[in-house]
């Protein structure tokens, strides 16, 4: 039986999400609200104008038009109770609920929830008043120079500084100048921790924990990790930094305690759990949870995942992941470069018509939308990450290189995007052993 599936979000991941749901023999159709350019009209793709913030609407659109499933792409969703109000709709939605989702939506919450069961992390205090946060940066007995908003600040509201005058200054930003609006209510002051970073990705049904291979994500605009922050500029798949002995430790120290935990307490977490983790000189520690794909990590998960999502999914619904996990690609590499607008992450020109859609296609490459649009039948600019150009290949070199042809195809005027993703990880695989 062929299923109706909707996915919520209008990013470069919801655009991955509905291209593989696509490939199911299960799936006739995958509805994307609000959508992009990219899903107007894909072969089974296209965009529904539904409100994806008015649950009870929604929960009316899914029955009136027969969708048997809802896949949650961002964050806020999900803090906001969508699979909660979906569910108790009668309608299937994938994803962590409200209370289970509080791992993401607050870092007060997860940090003590870190410490309850032993899962390795950053040492840490929470605050509500500015002058105890700079007390405390000034007097802590370990470098206390990263400063994160509590709630919500799509991936923005982490401030790592060089020093503790400039802490104390992110503190005032966030809670004084309110930077981050309400998520900066209450500020987390954390150890900084010294490492590489990866992010880990697993599935889970509530029980098991079912991962996938480890990515590696480029936080900063520009070249050699300069420039300011931003949600992602490009990443790849796997990681080499991460063979598969420390695979295993993250997925039995991290990943299954936190579920196990989330179980004991009552809110079993099921879904997509991502764990951005710190791989410091003591082992992985994490610096934080997510409770859905990171973007751009899902465009390179994705295309190396060889089963069936829709099938999956089910899996997760089941209870099923331990009788049928989800099978990858083996020996193959995933490289993803985001372009982005000119003056991104600050302020950008929209409405700039792009070009080069059908020569990149013609290199063999998957290019994601993110924020883009149609005006008269032409793809335009209508955010800050426009573009997600993704190859999969033998190795990581190869894909490296057939991403920057990509890249070389598509043009907008004042395009910006990373000439070096995936430096680390080359570092890496090149340095003597």
């Known amino acids: 039986m062929a299923a109706r599936v909707l996915v919520i979000g209008s990013g470069g991941r919801e655009h991955t999400l509905a291209w593989k749901l696509a490939q199911s023999p299960h799936v006739k159709q995958v509805l994307v609200a609000p959508g992009n350019a990219g899903t107007a009209s894909a072969g089974k793709i296209s965009n529904a104008a539904v409100s994806i913030n008015d649950h009870t609407a929604l929960a009316r659109f899914c029955k009136d038009e027969k969708i048997e499933l809802v896949v949650v ?3 806020a969703p999900l803090a906001a109770g969508i699979v909660g109000d979906l569910t108790s709709a009668g309608v299937r939605c994938f994803g962590p609920t409200a209370q289970a989702a509080l791992l993401e939506s607050s870092k007060k919450f997860a940090k003590e929830f870190m410490d309850r069961h032993g899962v390795p992390t950053a040492q840490w205090r929470a605050f509500t008043s500015p002058e105890d946060a700079c007390s405390f940066i000034m007097s802590a007995d370990f470098p206390a120079l990263v400063v994160k908003a509590s709630g919500l600040a799509a991936g923005k509201g982490v401030i790592v500084a060089k020093s503790k005058a ?5 503190v005032q930003e966030i809670m004084q100048e309110k930077s981050f609006g309400a998520a900066g209510e209450t500020v987390v002051v954390e150890e ?7 992010s880990c990705l697993c599935f889970t049904d509530g029980k098991t924990v079912a991962p ?16 300011p922050n931003t949600g992602g500029m490009g990443a790849y798949c796997p990681a080499p930094q991460v063979p598969k002995d420390l695979l295993v430790k993250i997925k039995n120290t991290i990943l299954q305690r936190t579920v196990d935990g989330m179980q004991q307490e009552g ?4 879904g997509i759990l991502y764990a951005g983790i710190m791989l410091t000189k003591d ?9 859905r794909f990171g973007d751009p990590e899902c465009q390179v998960i994705l295309p190396l995942l060889k089963s069936d999502l829709y099938e999956v999914i089910q899996s997760t619904f089941d ?10 690609l083996e020996n193959h590499s995933a490289v993803t470069v985001v372009m982005a607008s000119g003056g991104y992450p600050g302020a950008y020109t929209k409405g700039v018509e792009i070009t080069g859609f059908p020569e990149a296609q013609a290199l063999g490459l998957q290019v994601f939308h993110a924020g883009t649009a149609l005006k008269d039948a032409k793809v335009v600019t209508s955010g800050g990450r426009v573009l997600t150009v993704t190859a999969v290949r033998e190795n990581l070199m ?3 290189d057939e991403a920057r042809k990509g890249l070389a195809a598509l043009k907008f005027e004042g395009a910006v995007y990373r000439k070096d993703i995936g430096f680390r990880a080359v570092a890496f695989l090149q340095r003597p052993r």
């Open 73 to 75: 792409g961002p964050e």
């Open 319 to 328: 209870g099923l992941l331990s009788e049928s996990p989800p099978v990858w």
């Open 166 to 170: 400039e802490a104390c200054e992110a």
């Open 398 to 400: 190869s894909a490296l």
């Open 283 to 291: 082992g992985p520690k994490v610096l934080e949870f997510n409770c």
């Open 267 to 270: 809110v079993p977490y099921t």
């Open 192 to 198: 900084l921790l010294e490492g590489e970073e990866v």
């Open 212 to 227: 996938m291979p480890p990515a590696q994500d480029h936080k900063r605009l520009l070249d050699g990790d300069r420039g």
